[in-house]
């Protein structure tokens, strides 16, 4: 039988819980604003760093369900071409699989590359160009994806590690996780 409360945090109300996944879903809404959109296909945007706090600090549970409501609300606040509900499956994994490798692990950085290793195969590398050839009927998408990703990850990894660093050495995590 699956334990799904040891996917949920301890020792925090749900009240703390909703509030400080409330200020990660406006930031990452934030910072999806300031995405860069190369072409329909190609966006670089750093708010994935809001998704892997949210599952180190309340687990893939809450990480999955305030990736949903990211994806959903940014594409209300900024639409670009037509919703498509895969995104929002990609955005719920990533926030699974963050929760899954970070979540009361502590700054340990093989988790947090495997992490992001394990988000960039499933989600940039496999479900996205499905999805893309599904949109668009043209497999063309995948070259021009797997280049940004290959270019993007070792960015993306150390801004992961500096980030989660920086959570676990401040009183961030802390005030975030005390009840």
Do not use: E
Request: avoid cysteine; charged fraction near 10%; proline fraction near 4%.
């Amino acid at each position: 039988m699956l334990n799904l409360k040891k996917w949920l945090p301890q020792g925090i109300s749900i009240s703390q819980t909703v509030t400080g996944m409330g200020l990660l879903i406006a930031l990452h809404l934030v910072m999806n604003q300031f995405s860069l959109v190369l072409t329909p296909t190609l966006k670089i945007s750093f708010a994935f760093l809001t998704s892997a706090v949210m599952g180190a600090v309340y687990g893939p549970i809450y990480a999955g369900l305030g990736a949903i409501f990211t994806d959903i609300l940014g594409f209300v606040l900024k639409p670009s071409g037509f919703f498509f509900p895969g995104f929002t499956l990609n955005a719920f994994l990533a926030g699974i699989i963050y929760g899954v490798f970070l979540f009361q692990k502590g700054y340990n950085v093989k988790r947090i590359i495997l992490a992001k290793v394990v988000t960039t195969v499933l989600v940039s590398f496999i479900l996205t160009p499905i999805w893309l050839n599904i949109m668009y009927q043209s497999p063309l998408f995948i070259v021009a994806r797997y280049i940004r990703t290959a270019i993007k990850f070792p960015i993306d990894v150390a801004l992961l590690l500096l980030v989660m660093r920086a959570l676990y050495k401040t009183r961030i995590y802390a005030k975030m996780t005390q009840h």
